[in-house]
């Protein structure tokens, strides 16, 4: 099991290794995610054109978000009304 250590935001286990390469799981604050990872950029990127169900059918266990383009727009009371990213 991956666990949090206190006082940090993610822990990571390496699950497996070839030469310098590895795999392995971190575990975010809202959930697992198994490395390596194909992380889809969601701030003016590559799912800004998408619809829900389309990023949904990339299987993608995360998806990064630029947050200083995200406070100047839409802005974090956006964010704040809705729960978070």
Excluded: W
Excluded at 23 to 50: D, E, S, Y
Aim: glycine share 16%; net charge neutral.
């Amino acid at each position: 099991d991956v666990v949090i250590p206190p006082g940090k935001a993610l822990g990571f286990k390496v699950d497996g290794q070839c030469g310098r390469a590895r795999a392995g799981i971190m575990r975010l604050p809202h959930g697992l995610v198994h490395t390596p990872v194909f992380m889809p950029v969601g701030t003016q990127g590559t799912i800004k054109g998408l619809t829900s169900e389309q990023v949904q059918a990339l299987g993608a266990e995360i998806i990064l978000g630029n947050t200083y383009h995200l406070a100047n727009r839409p802005g974090t009371e956006v964010f704040d009304e809705i729960g978070g990213l």
